[in-house]
């Protein structure tokens, strides 16, 4: 192997498709979405490079036509784990001395394999089986992921290319080595590219995976495998394992060689992760890294200089693009009494108007929402809306579960700030809207600031300058990604690194070089030129 020393390019954002009306994309997507939707497929483990069937399965289905089945998957149990966890160890002999540029160009290699040949493939696997519209799942499962894998590379080699000092009688080196055992990797449902980060993010630093997909993402997750090993992964270094979360969970916080846990999902799921490693800790070879992202009560605060038309888009694309299912989508928002006037009717016929149904049909804006769980509990809110002398549905509050799991976009005006729908993750088509009078602005903000245990994302709409710098101010600590009027989703690898704290996660910032310095255990080497050979020092002399 060269010694010489390697630059890797400044990557660029993966563009985003189109899909319009007489597109070649449209034409491809559209065939593919046919072909997944007549075909029922086995899912298996694979451990090692290995397929493994157990007999335990479950079903995929599409969230809008929970009749219809996509694949059938193999559920791994503690014997599986167990043996994910050799498999992976066993990989990481060889992977964790391959140099880095080796693990980087393998990875860049399958950022132009989903560029291309798999782009259509996992985009219609993210949207039959995870309820997704086209464009919701280009920007996640094709140019989202593809980010992750060009980025990270380019950000390795930041890392990489810091050395310490060195002094003329010593040469003082680093050594960026993985961590001393396996990552433990636990995707969600609701974007692909957060599955295939928490993968490769730690594999890429020379760390072996075991990584539990969420059951109702299976599908396209497992296409990610297939892109993996086209790409030149060794067999081992990412082992996919889907099933039982206690199962697979609890084998793998009592093994003594688990090194690191990535995390995407509930924030009560997260805090039992984080118990239970802490139960085991005298079991660790080492102290394990804990990175997670959680839940998230994210909000819009308007002063009375937003530009109105700004703000419906905002409200309109924050609360429900992808059904609210994501950590980020706005769930609250704070709008002054005068500009309330002005634009309720207009947001109210705008969220009416939207179209809703099978992901197959382009012209839908709002799609199902992930399993019956997930709308039991968000009709669960919507009821207590509805029951309330506090709270009115002023828009949507329908659902029917009937042969998909729809819910319309639904809004809700509350006169009490702390309704529950104002302060607890919902992570569905709900908006709620408290409206205040103009001269409490600041008060409004504080109120943000306190209300949720959550500080995932925010935004502030104004025109006001000398506002903004108040809500950027007060607000600081409510929002690891704040947005100034701009909705507070959508964050793009480079552009908006992604993460909050509080109750939100532990802000690793995915998306950049602090996530990816998480997964490594610096060593630093001195090599002393001219040795001393005498233990004394001058200052021990007689005068």
């Known amino acids: 192997m060269s010694d010489a020393g390697f630059h890797i390019p400044f990557p660029k954002n993966e563009p985003v498709l189109s899909y319009a009306p007489g597109s070649l994309e449209r034409a491809q997507l559209k065939a593919e979405l046919e072909r997944q939707s007549n075909t029922t497929i086995e899912i298996p483990l694979i451990i090692g490079g290995k397929e493994i069937y157990t007999g335990r399965t479950g079903k995929i ?14 559920k791994a149990g503690p014997e599986e784990t167990k043996m994910a966890i050799e498999a992976a160890l066993e990989a990481k002999k060889d992977w964790a001395n391959m140099s880095w540029i080796d693990k980087a160009s393998i990875f860049l290699k399958a950022a132009e394999l989903l560029s291309t040949k798999y782009r259509h493939l996992v985009n219609a696997a ?24 060009r980025y990270n590379p380019y950000f390795a080699s930041l890392i ?32 692909t590219a957060i599955a295939l980060n928490l993968a490769t993010a730690p594999a890429l630093m020379g760390n072996v995976v075991v990584w539990k997909p969420a059951s109702t993402a299976v599908l396209s997750n497992y296409y990610l495998m297939q892109l993996y090993k086209e790409a030149g992964l060794p067999d081992g270094v990412i082992n996919f394992v889907p099933g039982s979360g206690p199962d697979i969970s609890n084998v793998v916080f009592n093994d003594p060689y688990f090194a690191g846990l990535h995390f995407t999902g509930s924030t009560s ?13 005298d079991t660790y070879k080492t102290y394990p890294r804990i990175v997670g992202e959680t839940g998230g009560k994210d909000f819009v605060v308007a002063h009375p200089s937003a530009d109105p038309k700004a703000l419906i888009t905002a409200l309109i694309r924050g609360a429900f693009e992808y059904q609210g299912q994501k950590c980020s989508a706005a769930s609250r928002a704070y709008i002054p009494q005068s500009l309330w006037k002005e634009i309720k009717q207009e947001l109210v016929d705008q969220t009416e108007s939207i179209l809703m149904g099978d992901v197959r049909d382009f012209r839908n804006f709002v799609n199902a929402v992930i399993d019956e769980a997930a709308f039991d509990k968000i009709m669960g809110y919507i ?18 579960k009937t042969k998909g799991y729809f819910i319309r976009p639904t809004i809700i005006e509350t006169q009490d700030p702390h309704f529950v729908t104002m302060e607890e993750e919902i992570f569905g088509p709900v908006l709620t809207v408290y409206v205040y009078e103009d001269n409490q602005y600041e008060e409004i903000l504080q109120l943000c600031n306190e209300t949720s245990p959550y500080g995932l994302t925010g935004s502030i709409f104004a025109n006001d300058r000398k506002a903004i710098n108040k809500a950027y101010e007060v607000l600081r600590f ?15 690898v480079g552009q908006q690194p992604f993460g909050g704290a509080r109750r939100s996660g532990t802000n690793d910032k995915a998306g950049s070089p602090f996530n990816l310095l998480r997964w490594i255990s610096p060593r630093t080497i001195k090599e002393n030129f001219i040795p001393p050979t005498s233990w004394t020092y001058p200052f021990l002399q007689e005068e």
């Open 61 to 74: 289905v599409m969230p809008h036509d929970h009749g219809h089945v996509l694949a059938t998957y193999h």
């Open 126 to 149: 993210t949207m039959l089986g995870q309820g997704k519209n086209v464009y919701q799942a280009e920007i996640d499962a094709a140019c989202e992921s593809i980010d992750y894998l």
């Open 160 to 191: 990489n290319q810091w050395e310490p000092v060195s002094s003329s009688d010593s040469f003082n080196r680093m050594d960026y080595r993985p961590l001393e055992g396996f990552v433990f990797a636990v995707s969600p449902f609701n974007f």
């Open 269 to 281: 799921t997260f805090d039992g992760f984080w118990k239970t490693i802490v139960e085991h800790m």
């Open 383 to 400: 009821e207590k809306a509805k029951n309330s002398n506090v709270a009115k549905i002023i828009a949507g509050g329908q659902g029917d």
């Open 478 to 492: 409510a929002a690891g990604n704040f947005y100034i009027n701009d909705k507070p989703t959508g964050a793009v």
